[in-house]
Structure formats: structure tokens, C-alpha cells
């Protein structure tokens, strides 16, 4: 089953958004190839659709490839997949972040 997935890297505190359809290897995958480990934030059933509709979506918050600066709009979208209320059709989530309402705190320290 795929899943969109954010995950944010611990050091430089930017978000990536991707697709998988095994978050467990890709996960490890990324945190291989990068000098921070990065955690999860929320992940949703979805593919490629979903995850080219949040990058257009995103894209003035793009800063290169998957990778995009922490934003309100992109905290919201995190914290509605944590909290089930995310707003696309057939989109069910799976994962919760670390903490209730992480996206919230992300979205008022970066304000």
C-alpha cells in the first residue's frame, strides 16, 4: 500500500515529501544518505498523485528536490494527517506525529 509520508530532518528542521510503498525502507533509506537522522512526522494512504498535488502545492516553500521549508500551510497539512482530518478524497491516516499537535508548535516557533 503506498503512503505519503513527511518526515523532518533534525538538523536543518526542513520537510521532505515523498511516496513509498514500504515507509520502513525508505525511511532508513533517507537517513543513511543524510548527515541527521530524520523522524516522522505523519505519513497517509496515497501515492504519486497525492504527493505531486503537495508539491505544486508547496512549491513556493520548495528549497530542493522533496525538501521544503517548514510553513503554516504545510503545518496545517501535517497536523490534519495527524489528526485524521486530512483533506483529501480516499485519504486515510495511518501514522500520529511524536506529539499532539507537533505541526502546531512547528508552525509558532517559525512564525
Excluded at 7 to 21: A, E, H, P, V, Y
Excluded at 88 to 101: I, L, S
Aim: glycine share 8%.
Amino acid at each position: 500500500m503506498s503512503v505519503v509520508y513527511f518526515l523532518q530532518c533534525t538538523l536543518t528542521m526542513r520537510i521532505k515529501i515523498g511516496s513509498t510503498d514500504d515507509l520502513t525502507t525508505r525511511i532508513a533509506a533517507i537517513n543513511s544518505a543524510n548527515c541527521a537522522p530524520a523522524r516522522l512526522l505523519a505519513a497517509v494512504s496515497g501515492g504519486i498523485d497525492v504527493e505531486t498535488y503537495l508539491h505544486a502545492r508547496f512549491a513556493g516553500d520548495r528549497l530542493n528536490g522533496e525538501w521544503f521549508q517548514p510553513s503554516n500551510g504545510l503545518a496545517e497539512i501535517i497536523d490534519a494527517a495527524c489528526f485524521g482530518r486530512f483533506p483529501y478524497r480516499d485519504v486515510r491516516p495511518m501514522f500520529r506525529a511524536e506529539r499532539a499537535g507537533y505541526a502546531r508548535a512547528l508552525a509558532t516557533a517559525i512564525a
